[in-house]
């Protein structure tokens, strides 16, 4: 199969493999075993058929409750679903009309680095899944958009990999450019009910789109605050982190 990274797909517009960034150790991360990508709930049988093809056995849903409700992932025999929401704190909010939408801004509204951090046994157990599927194939993870919530474990990957930050903003950075037909079309006509609840119409556009500096505050924090240690804390230990960045990666 060849190596691309984007995926083309009918029923997703940012399915992205997260292979071919080097390391600072002289690796690269490698093709076809881990992917990103925003919702997967309305793929078409030929896309699970290519999906199934280049190996897929897991599906990480990272959406709140009421997004997996009102939008159900339901993957084909063989391909594992696991649900990890990184935005507890919604998953008490019943669906209801425009609660969908309501609930993919929140999440664009929020801080990458307080998403993160009030998050840390859930981005831990995000990765034991990641480092506990493998084995088995490749390993898919996602969000509503695959930007933010999927940008930020994206991001923590790479960085346990090693790979340099302008690799990790440029992946950050594409996603606007993929969503353009897909998420960000559909979220530019949401209903005024939801379009009311934001304070200033230029907080929308800015959602919308990858912007390096989002991403940049990010990774500076994990610097700051020593995100491995922080990790291990949270029970994933700094063994386990070597050993999914060896799973991740292999020699250029």
Avoid at 38 to 60: E, F, N, P
Avoid at 127 to 143: E, K, P, T, W, Y
Avoid at 210 to 237: C, H, M, N, V, Y
Wanted: proline share 7%; net charge negative; with cysteine.
């Amino acid at each position: 199969m060849p190596n691309l990274k984007r995926i083309p797909l009918q029923g997703a517009h940012n399915f992205r493999d997260l292979g071919g960034y080097p390391t600072a150790d002289g690796r690269c991360t490698r093709w076809g075993l881990l992917y990103r990508s925003d919702a997967l709930c309305a793929l078409s049988r030929a896309d699970w058929a290519l999906l199934l093809h280049r190996g897929l056995k897991t599906v990480i849903d990272l959406r709140s409750l009421p997004e997996t409700q009102s939008a159900p992932l339901s993957p084909p025999e063989g391909v594992l679903a696991l649900h990890f929401p990184l935005m507890r704190e919604l998953d008490g909010v019943l669906p209801g009309p425009g609660t969908g939408e309501k609930r993919m801004l929140d999440s664009m509204l929020l801080d990458y680095g307080k998403m993160l951090f009030d998050s840390l046994p859930c981005c831990a157990e995000v990765l034991r899944a990641i480092a506990g599927r493998l084995d088995a194939g490749s390993v898919a993870f996602m969000c509503s958009a695959g930007k933010d919530r999927t940008g930020i474990i994206a991001a923590v990957l790479l960085y346990l990999c090693g790979v340099p930050r302008e690799d990790i903003v440029a992946d950050y950075m594409v996603s606007s450019t993929y969503n353009a037909d897909g998420f960000n079309q559909k979220l530019s006509s949401i209903p005024q009910s939801i379009r009311a609840l934001i304070p200033d119409p230029a907080i929308l556009q800015s959602c919308l789109a990858s912007q390096p500096e989002t991403i940049l505050k990010l990774l500076g924090e994990l610097d700051q605050r020593d995100f491995r240690t922080l990790l291990e804390g949270a029970g994933f230990s700094l063994e386990q982190q070597e050993l999914l960045k060896t799973a991740l990666t292999e020699p250029i």
